[in-house]
């Protein structure tokens, strides 16, 4: 008798179990292959869109990866919803769900959600566009993408940096690509004994022929130290920023060889490239014109 019961009891724990996969997997197989297929769509789109992107040519080229990056997202969370949907789960109850897992979620990843916050508003401010070389947080490249998590930068090195979007936000950035003309600063060391005013005019000589030096503001030379038996000059001239690595290298070199030539005593001991130590905001205020 109690074999009979156990046989009975299997045989009908068989049977629902034979009923639930019946009902349930076709339900799981739908739902994996809406994945699938919803993964390789969400993958589609990001392209479709970028292409799409790319042919707008008034669109800020910054805005381009990352609207691809939110489609695709926003695919792939179709495709969730249509899988729990086909395995019967109830939108409104899918959605209690998501609400509280996504509160879960943001608790748990607050620096991720704040680096998709400071993307966004690295996108409403624009300090910066790609292709333009900038400096932050003691790393500097030039701006390949900004994505949703994070800045993509290639160094001067041709290595590959990537930036969290919150660190370029929370801290001071250089852009090296944003203003037109750049400050060359080159300080001059002479013997104490050199001749202060044919140093300057051969100075202002190299500045005056060399190429892509902008007339204005005018090149300037003037006395920045004397101490220890040299006589420090500082040449300032004004370039392109695109020539601004080119200019320095140049002046250096011609400096050089003009002051060489002219004598032992207006031989130079050093030469370097350097901010000016002293900014002087004066220098950079327009001044009004003289009264006739």
């Not at 939110?70 to 179709?78: E, F, K, W």
């Not at 624009?126 to 160094?155: A, K, M, N, S, W």
């Not at 944003?178 to 001059?188: C, E, F, H, K, M």
């Not at 420090?232 to 290298?249: F, I, K, P, S």
């Amino acid at each position: 008798m109690p074999q009979d019961i156990d046989t009975h009891q299997l045989t009908a724990l068989a049977d629902t179990a034979w009923r639930w996969a019946e009902l349930f997997l076709p339900r799981l197989a739908a739902a994996i292959i809406i994945l699938v297929v919803g993964f390789a769509a969400a993958r589609w789109v990001q392209r479709a869109v970028r292409r799409m992107l790319g042919d707008i040519h008034q669109l800020d080229p910054t805005l381009r990866p990352l609207l691809a990056a939110a489609a695709r997202y926003a695919a792939l969370i179709v495709a969730l919803v249509a899988a729990l949907s086909q395995l019967g789960i109830s939108t409104a109850s899918l959605l209690a769900v998501l609400g509280a897992a996504g509160l879960a979620i943001g608790l748990a990843l607050q620096g991720t959600l704040s680096n998709i916050a400071a993307g966004m508003v690295l996108l409403w401010l624009r300090p910066f566009h790609l292709g333009d070389y900038i400096e932050v947080g003691g790393q500097g490249g030039t701006v390949e993408e900004l994505g949703l998590f994070g800045c993509r930068l290639r160094t001067y090195d041709g290595l590959f940096l990537f930036l969290p979007n919150s660190a370029i936000w929370n801290a001071a950035l250089k852009n090296h690509s944003r203003n037109a003309s750049r400050l060359v600063s080159i300080g001059v060391g002479l013997p104490a004994a050199a001749d202060l005013d044919r140093a300057r005019t051969t100075l202002l000589g190299i500045a005056g022929r060399l190429p892509n030096i902008l007339p204005a503001p005018e090149p300037q030379v003037f006395v920045e130290t004397v101490a220890g038996g040299v006589l420090t000059l500082t040449l300032m001239l004004w370039t392109a920023a695109q020539y601004a690595g080119t200019v320095e290298r140049r002046v250096v070199e011609e400096a050089k060889r003009a002051l060489d030539a002219l004598g032992d005593e207006m031989k130079p001991v050093q030469i370097t490239r350097s901010v000016p130590a002293d900014p002087d905001p004066s220098r950079f205020i327009e001044r009004p014109a003289p009264a006739d």
